[in-house]
C-alpha cells in the first residue's frame, strides 16, 4: 500500500513540475488573464489506445515500448511492455497536455512525463527509483 501511494506522488509531482513549468515559461498577457481562463480549451485527441514506439534508457540503451491506455475515472490505467516482454500495469493522469504515468516493471517504480502532442503522439521523459539520469520516450497512436 505504501509503495501504491509513493507511486502517486510522484505521479502527481510529475504533472505538477509540468504545470508550473509551463505557467513561469508563459508572459503575462490579456491572454493569461482571469476572463481567458474561463473558456474551456478544445478537446483534444483521445488517450484511449494503443501505442507503439520506443527511446533511449538512463543508459543510453534503445527499447522498444507498447502502451495501452484505458479511462478510469479521473485517471488511467495503463499496460506497458518494453522489448516485447511481460506487460505491467500503471496508472496515469492528465493535466492539460501532460500525461503523468508511474509504474512498477516488477522491479522497480518509474515515471514517464510525456507531452501530448496535437497528432496524440506522446513523447517525453523516463526515469527509475534507481536511476540518477532521465530517458527519452516517443510513442505513436496505432
Known sequence: ???WIA???????????????KQADEPASAETAP???AE??????????KYVGGGTDADGRSYACELEVVKSRT??????????GEPY?????LNENTF?????DGRRYGVVAYNVNP???LEGISAYEDSTREGAERLEKK
Open 1 to 3: 500500500m505504501i509503495k
Open 7 to 21: 507511486l502517486g506522488c510522484v505521479v502527481a509531482a510529475a504533472v505538477f513540475a509540468g504545470a508550473c513549468r
Open 35 to 37: 476572463a481567458a481562463e
Open 40 to 49: 474551456a480549451p478544445a478537446p483534444g485527441p483521445s488517450l484511449e489506445g
Open 75 to 84: 485517471m488511467y490505467d495503463v499496460m506497458r511492455r518494453v522489448d516485447g
Open 89 to 93: 500495469a500503471g496508472v496515469a493522469i
Open 100 to 104: 503523468a504515468v508511474g509504474f512498477n
Open 119 to 121: 497528432d496524440g503522439s
